[in-house]
């Protein structure tokens, strides 16, 4: 088994009354990467900061890179590669101004350490004399993580790093962590697309300031032990509301373009009669494969 | 040293990019300098002078009650020779001088005509003259109330002005304004730029590197005493030209005395940006809490011997206060450091406190 970069036990933090993580059990281990996924204010950003040291938790203890993110906070500052959730980069210097600033403040340069993000920067190499202000959303990604890898950090904490990133985007700034993790690189990193959480190669689903399960997204996927329908039809909210009122009923929910439906008994009662008797006569259901979400609806319903 | 270099760099950059800072930094200066200032006025009382009495005759001294019963004036002391009262106006606690003639009396009942002579501090014009108006006043009283119709043509009072004999308005309002502006851009501009970083979200990013606060604080503010210190000697040279403002004492102790002020206001802009945590709330900061008092209180405009006693307690924490008065003693005196090292040392005790209190305010963490 992997060395454990990250441990919390028992971690707690609220803000007034507002409890942002609940009793939060994680081990982060050395050369994985780690996604925490779950929606806007499941608690992912405090987390990241409570690990980055940015925060004191109420209870509980974080050990990151075997130091205490309270006492070695220091200790810990030296070694980590943190992205924060919204581009924090100085929009009126340059690409090139920014990075050289972010190495000078860990007392490196460009130039020594140009190997490490050799494959990030390259591709933002040309436009190294524009303003970070002046960049696409997916370039602003790639110099925000080229500045975070530019001290050569043991750990990288990415706080929702594809947020509002086109999709082509996305697709290339995964396969670069993808390669970082190949060198060795440990990543913790968060997401609200559960799309993205098949790239990591273990997952924590969090809602409500707490866990709901940590795993592989393969066995994620395994331990949903429903049968899934997918139904395809315009009226889907009605459909929605026709199937709640199904006794065998056990979710039924939007998914993009179709109603996605799991139920109790799939064997004694028929899903597709019940909709015809309802009046629904012209719906396309099958059977498919459930993907994150919906072992994360699955799981939130629990 | 780098990091903190390529701080300093990084703030340079900022600064030279952001063209609306750099026209306040340059521009409200000369404006506010060129618009400020004549419109003073100044309520009236308890103003210390000194008496040169060299008759101490009946009469005289009868003058010299009828002055200190009046309420306007506080008796400073007695002046023996002419020597002492060059001293007496730089210790700045006395006013005006009244020089009475020798034989007073006599002269006033036998040739039915006596000499005074009031010798103002005229740095500070507007009160210069409202003191020889007051003063003549009294004197006029006196002739008509205590001498005999008959026995007198009069007393004949001679003003004369110390310092600034053509009572230039200028002469007043420009030491005035240059703490005013110094303090208000240095304070609003580094408040503002820590802030700015906070909103952004560009102190996050500060905050989990290893950089120290002392590094942080030292970085936003190095690059502001050098254009503070620009703006301040733009001024000089501005109300040199344009006011005919002297500077009769040493000019480097002046440039010490600016660069000592200008770095306590970059402290306590750094301070409040330890308390602010938007743009907003900064420069509401910035404008209330210094400018108002500043302009009130620091005797920019009112004369602090006039205040009520808790606003005069109050004057005393406003640097300003202590800075005009150097500035004065350099400028308009000739004054040398013996005569500001108190004032100086106050200045260099805020500044201490400033900068402690940041350093040790200053978040090491998101605040939660």
Not at chain 2, 323 to 336: A, E, P, W
Request: aromatic letters at 10%; a neutral charge.
């Amino acid at each position: 088994m992997a060395k454990t970069l990250i441990s919390c036990s028992g971690v707690s933090k609220h803000y007034g009354d507002v409890e942002a993580l609940n009793n939060i059990n994680l081990d982060i281990f050395s050369g994985e990467i780690f996604g925490v996924i779950g929606p806007d204010g499941a608690g992912k950003t405090s987390l990241f900061r409570l690990v980055a040291s940015l925060l004191i938790p109420d209870s509980g203890k974080i050990s990151v890179l075997g130091y205490d993110s309270v006492k070695d906070y220091r200790a810990i500052r030296k070694k980590l590669g943190y992205m924060p959730g919204r581009f924090s980069l100085y929009q009126d210097l340059s690409v090139e101004e920014n990075l050289a600033f972010y190495a000078s403040v860990y007392g490196t340069n460009i130039e020594k350490n140009y190997h490490l993000i050799e494959d990030v920067y390259s591709q933002i190499e040309p436009f190294k004399k524009r303003r970070a202000g002046k960049l696409s959303g997916g370039m602003k990604q790639k110099l925000a993580l080229s500045c975070a890898l530019i001290h050569s950090p043991e750990l990288l904490i990415l706080d929702e790093p594809t947020t509002g990133v086109d999709a082509v985007s996305r697709r290339e700034f995964w396969e670069m962590l993808k390669r970082l993790k190949d060198k060795g690189m440990t990543i913790l990193v968060s997401t609200p697309y559960m799309d993205e959480a098949k790239r990591c190669d273990r997952i924590a689903l969090v809602q409500n300031g707490v866990i709901l399960g940590v795993d592989t997204p393969e066995m994620v996927i395994r331990q949903f032990n429903f049968k899934l329908f997918a139904i395809r039809s315009e009226v889907r909210h009605e459909i929605i509301r026709a199937l709640r009122t199904f006794d065998s009923v056990h979710q039924a929910y939007l998914a993009g373009q179709l109603v996605h439906f799991t139920q109790v008994n799939p064997e004694t009662d028929d899903v597709e009669r019940y909709l015809m008797d309802q009046g629904f006569g012209d719906v396309d259901i099958r059977t498919i494969e459930p993907d994150i979400e919906d072992c994360f609806i699955n799981l939130m319903m629990n | 040293m780098n990091r903190f270099l390529s701080f300093v760099k990084k703030e340079f950059q900022h600064i030279f990019r952001d063209r609306k800072t750099l026209l306040i930094l340059f521009g409200m200066p000369v404006a506010q300098l060129l618009i400020f200032g004549y419109v003073i006025t100044n309520d009236f009382r308890n103003i210390g002078i000194a008496v040169m009495d060299q008759a101490r005759d009946q009469k005289s001294e009868l003058l010299v009650n009828r002055i200190f019963s009046s309420g306007y004036f506080l008796n400073r002391g007695q002046v023996y020779n002419i020597d002492e009262i060059s001293s007496k106006f730089k210790s700045g606690k006395v006013k005006a001088v009244l020089v009475i003639e020798p034989s007073f009396t006599n002269n006033l009942i036998g040739k039915g005509e006596a000499r005074v002579q009031i010798l103002t501090d005229a740095s500070d014009p507007n009160l210069a003259s409202t003191i020889v108006g007051y003063l003549s006043g009294i004197i006029y009283k006196f002739q008509m109330d205590d001498v005999p119709f008959s026995e007198a043509r009069g007393i004949i009072a001679e003003t004369r002005m110390v310092y600034n004999e053509n009572l230039e308005g200028a002469f007043m309002f420009v030491p005035g304004t240059i703490a005013l502006i110094l303090m208000l851009i240095s304070a609003l501009l580094t408040s503002i730029s820590v802030t700015r970083e906070k909103e952004v979200g560009t102190m996050e990013v500060l905050l989990v590197s290893p950089l120290k606060p002392a590094l942080i604080i030292a970085g936003k503010v190095t690059p502001y005493v050098f254009l503070a210190f620009a703006n301040g000697i733009v001024i000089l040279l501005l109300s040199y030209f344009v006011f005919g403002v002297p500077v009769e004492g040493s000019l480097i102790l002046l440039l010490l005395a600016l660069l000592l002020y200008i770095t306590l206001s970059l402290s306590i802009g750094i301070f409040f940006s330890t308390l602010a945590s938007t743009q907003q709330v900064a420069m509401f900061l910035s404008l209330f809490a210094l400018m108002l008092p500043t302009v009130l209180l620091s005797g920019f405009i009112y004369p602090i011997e006039n205040m009520p006693w808790p606003l005069q307690w109050l004057s005393l924490i406003l640097p300003p206060r202590w800075f005009i008065v150097i500035l004065k003693d350099i400028m308009l005196k000739g004054n040398g450091i013996a005569y500001i090292w108190d004032e100086g040392l106050i200045l260099i005790g805020m500044t201490v406190f400033f900068i402690a209190i940041s350093i040790k305010k200053f978040k090491i963490r998101l605040e939660s």
